[in-house]
């Protein structure tokens, strides 16, 4: 019985690559296309998917709430985060939120069957460096995971700092996060104290040089 499978992401060249590279991974998987979270949905809806591949930056979604709605609408779905976001700050976070793999944009068509195969499998999937590194840290640091200090963010305060990041005033992501602006600039404030920053300037800075801490 062929597989149901949809593509999420915003860049048509990323949903040709990946058509391609499922068409080689599962000839006769059906492959359906979405630009943003509302077509996924609107999808979801009519038609039953066996696996999502799913871009974190998708219009539309971009938060981690995204994955309880689509699990909503197909609890049974198997979802593989798709990203250019640095695993070691996000893949533990989409896993916690109901994903059921993630791995990076860049990484060789050989990693990205493994996942594929790997969640159709019913298990989790992260990469053998985050696993390593995960494993450097608790033998390293006394049982510590995290020592990056954008790991002290919490989902929400991550989803709040990509937006300041990508130029959103605090009004704007109240609309997106459909939350008040006094609670985004509460938010905010905790952001900027717990990075040590005082301007979205210095914010994008520091996410510059904490997002490199897994190499």
Known sequence: ???????AD???????????????????????????????????????????????????GN???????????????????????????????YIDSGADGYVQKDSEEDEIREALNAVLAGRKYLSEKLKEHMLQNRLNKGGQLHNNPLSRLTN???EISRLLIEGKGVGEIAKILFIHTSTVGT??????????????????????????FVK
């Open 10 to 60: 915003d860049h048509s060249a990323v949903r040709i690559g990946m058509k391609y590279l499922i068409r080689e991974w599962m000839p006769e998987s059906t492959i359906h296309l979405a630009a943003d979270l509302p077509a996924l949905l609107r999808l979801l809806s009519s038609e039953t998917m066996d696996i999502i591949v799913l871009d974190i930056n998708i219009p539309g």
């Open 187 to 212: 938010y905010k404030n905790k952001i900027f104290e717990k990075l040590d920053v005082r301007n979205v300037k210095e914010l994008m800075d520091a996410f510059s040089i904490m997002h490199g």
């Open 63 to 93: 938060n981690f709430q995204m994955i309880p709605t689509i699990r909503n609408l197909q609890a049974n779905v198997r979802i593989l985060m798709l990203s250019a976001y640095d695993e070691g700050l996000y893949a533990l976070r």
């Open 156 to 158: 929400r305060e991550l």
């Open 1 to 7: 019985m062929p597989l149901h499978v949809a593509i």
